[in-house]
């Protein structure tokens, strides 16, 4: 059996001599010397006896050591010892640092807390706290500009206007008044003077100094200051007139050469001057030169204009200036690709409906040029129509037509000047119905008036005179109208004028009032713009109605205006769809306003605030009406070909086009002239959804017995194509079918063995969730790591809270039981003075 606790510690302080036999009092005064020494391996043994006799001081490893190998690190050999009553008691200190006074301040306001230099520092002694604290405050006196106590600084100069004023600098500049002229001329003051004047002061110098040479130098007086003010001040104005004097020699010198440099300048070589007359005068030296006199001699002022004259001529003088290098054909047709690649995109994403981040900071970037304050210019808003920027004059590629490449009047032109080149662009190639797959755009404004504007008034009158007799039936027309503001204006100076010439008239009318001739011109012509729809649309009303040309040159010119008037002519558009919508009918006039539309606005956009109600009051008019009249199928198959013109390039699906289109071809007793456009939108119609997914669904139960239905001479060809596009789309469909994964072997009983296999080690292949499983594990550690913190913190404020009561507890008994000892006291007292007193009454008695 081993032996008890209390033999092994009675062992164990023998054996480190605590314990034994006492020494005598000489051992100790022999020995007093080394007590010190061996007080200290007594405690140090008597800790080592405590620890390995305290079985909760040290915790035994989770894990036993492993083998000590030869690569191993030396750091890494140590077995790693546990002490929880250590990591307690650092805990307990911990808290009373941190949550102690938490828990102390709570429920208070206010405090005052000691922000001093090293008060809380308790490494600092009071000497180091004084020397810092003393430290900081010269510094902070010191970086102060107005510390009176300490010398300046060496590097603070003063500046005004971009010059040092430090009077130390030889360059730097002087007033008339500085402590120089107090004390004398200096050396550096003296340098740049002239010789007699320099030898004059230093002569005046040495004469004081010698006059005063063994007397003490007294301080001068005022008299005697001002004096020394004034003289300096007299020789430096003598200086700057001196400098002016010696510039203005030198500049008649220039002046003097001045044409000869100009003819060196200019490639040809000055005629030689002319020989002085024998009665020429002559200075006192003889040197002055005859032109140079001659130049004196005619007056300054005449001088002076000359010298500007020719020194404008200099500053005018052009200079040679690189150029921009010559593309060759290679990088031409590069760049044009990536420009129509580029614009083809936008056009893309806004038939897609998405935004385009480009066009946004565009507009920024054009509202944010606009100045403050500044109502006359106007950002360029035809990007919100699809209307793209208008290149300059002179950039359109040559063999390009664009839509409005009409000729202008000679009438309108300046005698020498030539018609302006149209600018060029690609935005608009989804919305021309009379050109082909390339469109354009161009200044018109720069066109009308390019060099109208360049020559005077009179002039170009005069010329028009001049012409208008020489021309035929057209120059009949007059040259200046006033602007229309309104349709009624605009009738009113179209009256009398024929209708072949109306173009020719509008055409005027826009030369006549561009805004770059006047202000006012802008609004005119934004009102212009608005009755130039209606007026289209009115042409179209009449009986007979304007030949075709004549409307499409109007649409024309309302396609050059949308781009500078692009609000006002869209909201005419609108206007005039209010009016469609109202009504429910669709007029000749109606159609035009519809054509004009799909012509000027991009119709491929997934939304758009012109074309999207255009298409949708087509839509409505032809999912509502059933043609039973000649005009209304007329009509149905002109809106059905426009609306499959607008869906071009987005192909987007009508179903109302296919309902109009098959009831008009079961309509009974047409003819065949009537039934030809319908097929014709028919053929179109297949040939544009035929890409669609839903094609044979949406075509044969309404298209294809319209066709069946029809006089076989007019159905074979259409019915034909119908069904081969029906194979083609039900061939190219992909049935539906399950998922093909990839081959999966079939799962063995055989346990796959891991070498090394640890199993505290998790080995999950799935990356996915070992890492989820690693997270939660982290998680869990955590967590329970923040419990038995916030226990062992719940733990020591009920400690601290039982330790105040029991504190509180035992004043107020301490302070019970000094009032009660008071109490008894006082009573006792009390008592034996009434016994004394009673004592002594019965003894008197």
């Not at 208070?108 to 900081?136: A, C, H, S, Y």
């Not at 030689?272 to 009665?279: E, G, I, K, W, Y």
Request: charged share 35%; proline share 7%; with cysteine.
């Amino acid at each position: 059996m081993p032996p008890s606790q209390l033999k092994r510690l009675k062992a164990s302080l023998r054996e480190q001599g605590i314990t034994g036999q006492q020494k005598s009092k000489k051992e100790k005064k022999k020995n007093h010397g080394a007590d010190a020494n061996k007080r200290a391996q007594r405690n140090a043994a008597l800790e080592g006896i405590r620890q390995s006799f305290n079985p909760f001081e040290i915790k035994a490893p989770a894990r036993p050591a492993k083998f000590d190998v030869t690569t191993r690190p030396e750091n890494r050999k140590k077995t790693l010892v546990e002490r929880p009553g250590v990591s307690r008691s650092l805990g307990e200190e911990t808290r009373r640092k941190t949550l102690l006074p938490e828990l102390n301040a709570r429920n208070k306001v206010g405090g005052i807390i000691d922000r001093r230099i090293g008060e809380n520092d308790p490494n600092m002694t009071p000497q180091e706290k004084m020397l810092e604290r003393f430290t900081r405050e010269k510094s902070r006196k010191k970086g102060s500009m107005f510390d009176l106590e300490e010398p300046d600084d060496e590097d603070f100069v003063l500046t005004h206007g971009g010059q040092t004023l430090d009077l130390d600098v030889e360059d730097a500049p002087r007033d008339d008044y500085d402590a120089a002229s107090v004390s004398g001329i200096s050396d550096d003051d003296t340098g740049d003077r002239p010789p007699k004047r320099r030898r004059e002061l230093e002569d005046g110098e040495e004469a004081e100094q010698n006059e005063e040479e063994g007397q003490p130098e007294r301080k001068k007086s005022k008299a005697e200051v001002m004096k020394e003010v004034m003289a300096k001040s007299k020789l430096y104005k003598h200086e700057r007139q001196k400098g002016k004097e010696e510039d203005e020699e030198l500049r008649e010198e220039l002046d003097q050469g001045l044409g000869d440099m100009l003819a060196l300048l200019r490639g040809h070589k000055r005629p030689p001057p002319p020989a002085p007359a024998a009665n020429a005068p002559v200075t006192a030296n003889g040197s002055m030169n005859p032109e140079r006199e001659a130049l004196i001699n005619a007056g300054k002022s005449q001088a002076e204009i000359e010298y500007d004259k020719r020194l404008w001529q200099m500053k005018l003088d052009k200079r040679a200036a690189p150029t921009t290098r010559t593309k060759t054909e290679e990088e031409k047709a590069e760049e044009e690709a990536k420009r129509l690649k580029e614009l083809e995109e936008k056009r893309m994403r806004r038939m897609r409906g998405e935004e385009d981040s480009s066009d946004e900071e565009d507009s920024k970037d054009q509202t944010a040029q606009v100045p403050d304050g500044d109502e006359d210019i106007e950002y360029d808003d035809a990007r919100e129509f699809g209307l793209t920027e208008a290149l300059k004059p002179g950039q359109r590629p040559p063999g390009v037509d664009d839509e409005d490449d009409f000729v202008i009047d000679d009438d309108l032109v300046a005698s020498g000047s030539e018609p302006g080149e149209e600018a060029f662009s690609d935005s608009d190639m989804e919305s021309s119905d009379e050109e082909d797959d390339q469109s354009a755009e161009e200044d018109e404004e720069d066109e009308f008036v390019r060099d109208y504007l360049s020559k005077d008034q009179k002039e170009r009158q005069g010329m028009l005179d001049d012409q208008a007799d020489k021309a035929g039936p057209a120059s009949k027309l007059a040259f200046t109208y006033p602007c229309p503001r309104s349709h009624e204006e605009l009738l009113e100076v179209l009256k009398g004028v024929p209708i072949t010439e109306t173009v020719t008239v509008v055409q005027r009318i826009r030369a006549l009032y561009h805004p770059q001739l006047s202000a006012e011109n802008k609004e005119k012509l934004a009102d212009f713009s608005t009755a130039l729809v209606d007026h289209t649309s009115y042409l179209a009303m009449q009986d007979p109605p304007a030949p075709l040309s004549i409307i499409e040159n109007l649409i024309r010119h309302l396609h050059s205006l949308s781009r500078t008037y692009a609000t006002v002519i869209a909201t005419a558009f609108r206007v005039h769809m209010e009016k469609m919508h109202e009504n429910g009918e669709i007029t000749p006039g109606d159609l035009v306003i519809l054509t004009a539309i799909g012509s000027i606005y991009p119709t491929s956009d997934h939304f758009h605030q012109v074309v999207t109600p255009a298409t949708t009051i087509m839509a409505r008019w032809l999912g509502m009406t059933t043609p039973k009249t000649p005009r209304q199928l007329a009509t149905g198959a002109y809106l059905v070909a426009l609306c499959l013109k607008y869906q071009t390039l987005s192909k987007r699906y009508i179903p109302e086009l296919i309902r109009f289109t098959s009831l008009a071809l079961k309509t009974p007793s047409i003819e065949e002239s009537q039934l030809a456009p319908h097929i014709r939108n028919t053929l179109t119609m297949i040939d544009l959804w035929s890409t669609l997914p839903a094609f044979p669904e949406a075509i044969t139960p309404t298209l294809l017995p319209a066709i069946s239905s029809l006089p076989k001479a007019l159905r074979t060809k259409p019915l034909q194509h119908i069904k081969i596009h029906i194979r083609q789309a039900l061939l190219s469909r992909r049935p539906l079918a399950l998922h093909s994964w990839r081959p999966l072997p079939i799962r063995t009983a055989i346990p796959r063995f891991e070498e090394g296999f640890n199993p505290d080690k998790h080995y999950d292949p799935d990356l996915e969730r070992r890492e989820g499983a690693k997270l939660r594990a982290e998680y869990k550690r955590e967590r329970k790591g923040a419990l038995r913190e916030l226990r062992k913190d719940a733990s020591f404020v009920a400690r601290e809270k039982l330790r105040e009561k029991k504190e509180a507890d035992k004043a107020y008994e301490a302070k019970y039981k000094r009032l009660v000892a008071e109490i008894q006291g006082e009573e006792g007292r009390e008592k034996n003075a009434y016994e004394r007193e009673r004592k002594a009454r019965k003894s008197r008695k």
